[in-house]
């Protein structure tokens, strides 16, 4: 049977509070904090971020290993990546991608054909992408991703848009809250460490030139969300064609 000293002793118990402040404050133990996953994104506890209240940034070819304290936080929000190439016939190659095998993103040629894939944990991989490949020359590959809300983790709708027209849509049914990896940055122009998707083999070089990324955090419009309900249909659909 436990033997509950602090009851019976609540003059000791005090002392031993204060003391114990009087030590967390001198070896900055200070705010105690119980939470887990969430505590790996900065943004969702107030801890200090060098990218805290940015809303956009730039990259350029040959930008590796960077982590995801000095990246963009795209996690739990609507966000484009915007990318000006120019490319070879039938060019390959990330050109963008963040972390790897057990989860994160990538948006790369394949065949010339702009292509954006996402891992959940490692577990489930959703791709989007274009059924024509892009001629030889310049070009604006964009992706937009719709984050559907209502808390934490939840799915949207991914787009995939070059030179401003679209050519591929469809679901992102999970994403993930708190944090990609340990030890994978995110890379331009090339995918390093373990792969995003198994459609590639690392480092995957981009075969073009990139001139820029730039990853932005912007609402997207009523419009999106019709697509994105839209896209829930046609997956749907899909689905019970092929079952």
Known sequence: MAND??????????ELQDLFLKEAVKY?????????LERLNAALVGRPDLMAGRTSLTVHQGMTGMSENVFLNVKNQSHTITAEVDIPDKANGAILAQAGRFGG???????GKP???YNWLGLQRYTVAAEQ????????IRFEFAYDGGGLGKGGVGT?????KNVATGRIEQTQCCAFSADEGADVGADEGTPVTEAYKVPFKFTGKIAAVIVELKAMKKADNDD??????????KKGLSD
Do not use: F, H, I, M
């Open 228 to 237: 994105a309900e839209q896209a829930r249909k046609a997956a749907a659909l």
């Open 5 to 14: 000293l602090a009851a019976k002793n609540p003059g000791k118990l005090k």
């Open 28 to 36: 900055s133990v200070l705010p105690l904090d119980d939470r887990t």
């Open 105 to 111: 993103w990538s948006l790369y040629l394949t065949d």
């Open 160 to 164: 995939l848009l070059v030179n401003g």
């Open 133 to 140: 490949a892009l001629p030889a020359g310049k070009a604006t």
């Open 115 to 117: 292509t954006y894939t």
